[in-house]
């Protein structure tokens, strides 16, 4: 397959950003539509990027930006419903239209990004609109359309909104933070792993018709995340376990918050384990040939007072070596 051109729905997000810059680094023609691009005025330096003003949930402006593509990459979603936008409008009629209209254009190649352990009878709302969404792209795998789907845990690096919502309730903390959910099980992935996987998949012909599981190599439960990250950036609280009751009046109280940092249905979301091999997957990091980076050894990177992005960029200078190590190999 020719790819020349690639179109990257949600392009301007955490995840979509460290995707450009790999696209970016291999010469490809990049379009990232967005509703506002005079916020995003740092992406127009990267190489081959373009940045356009689209409404991508418009089927006319999302039919432009799709034009002449070879690729569409679709990386949109959210965590929580507003009144503006809902998990059926993003998740579900999104993935929809976006299949439907590379078949109209003849576009050969989507990437979608899904959720771990998205299923129609999970427990939130945002888990099973994540799998009515999946099963839509999936539905238009065919000889014409080559779908591949990925489903990441918890994806952390230097500017996620993890790792730092954590760290910002922590410095905020008195002494103590009550932890809602505490034993929710994750297997936190490291954003360059998940962009080497896009970026590595595009031609990549058995991850043709599958759906990929992207975790760490190692589980946690979210206290002990949330003591790792208090330990290594040196807000050292104590902090609370809180029970089921405590857990679901937190969450009712803080959907009223700026931002949203837990509603009802996030904590539905951790009812199940956000981890691998729970449903019979295949481990994408695996079959792309990516070794997967441990929290551990990011997140000295992401407190450290000295050099903190030379020694962050050192770590994609890594990802890059094996890539090379794993292209060599390919017959």
Same mark, same amino acid.
Not at 216 to 227: D, F, Q, R
């Given at each position: ?12 997000g ?15 023609? &990049?379009?990232?539509?967005?509703? !506002?691009?005079?916020?995003h ?13 689209a409404? &991508? ?35 579900? +009629? ?17 990437? !979608?990004?899904? =959720? ?5 009878d ?25 779908v ?5 845990s918890?994806?952390?690096?230097y ?12 410095k905020?903390?008195p ?38 599981? #992207?975790?760490g ?28 009751? +405590?857990?679901?009046?937190? +969450?009712? #109280? ?9 509603t ?14 729970r ?7 695996? =079959? ?16 450290g007072? #000295? ?7 050192? %770590? ?13 190999? %390919?017959?």
């Amino acid at each position: 397959m020719i790819i020349r051109r690639v179109t990257v729905l949600g392009g301007s997000g955490f995840i979509g950003r460290h995707i450009l810059h790999e696209l970016s680094a291999r010469r490809l023609a &990049v379009r990232v539509p967005s509703a !506002h691009p005079d916020q995003h005025k740092d992406l127009r330096i990267l190489p081959g990027v373009e940045l356009v003003e689209a409404d &991508v949930h418009d089927e006319s402006q999302l039919r432009d930006v799709l034009r002449d593509a070879d690729v569409v990459i679709n990386l949109v979603g959210i965590l929580n419903e507003d009144r503006r936008r809902r998990f059926d409008d993003v998740h579900v +009629a999104l993935p929809r239209r976006v299949a439907a209209l590379c078949g109209e254009l003849g576009i050969r190649r989507l990437l !979608h990004m899904s =959720a771990l352990r998205a299923s129609p009878d999970a427990p939130s709302r945002y888990l099973r609109s994540k799998a009515e969404g999946e099963a839509a792209v999936l539905a238009a795998q065919g000889p014409e359309l080559q779908v591949t789907v990925f489903r990441p845990s918890v994806v952390f690096g230097y500017d996620d909104h993890f790792v730092n919502r954590f760290h910002a309730l922590l410095k905020l903390a008195p002494g103590w933070l009550p932890l809602p959910a505490p034993r929710a099980r994750f297997a936190p992935v490291f954003v360059e792993d998940v962009a080497l996987a896009f970026v590595r998949a595009l031609r990549h012909v058995p991850s043709y018709g599958q759906v990929y599981e #992207l975790c760490g190599p190692k589980e946690y439960a979210l206290w002990e995340i949330v003591s790792l990250i208090a330990e290594e950036s040196g807000e050292r609280k104590w902090v609370i376990r809180l029970g089921d009751g +405590a857990s679901s009046l937190m +969450a009712a #109280l803080m959907r009223w918050l700026p931002g949203k940092p837990l509603t009802p249905d996030n904590l539905r979301s951790m009812k199940v384990d956000s981890v691998c091999g729970r449903d019979g997957l295949p481990d994408g990091l695996a =079959a792309l040939g990516i070794r997967p980076t441990p929290l551990e050894a990011v997140l000295p990177y992401l407190f450290g007072q #000295l050099g903190v992005r030379r020694r962050y960029d050192r %770590l994609r200078r890594f990802a890059q070596r094996d890539e090379d190590e794993w292209l060599g190999r %390919l017959p």
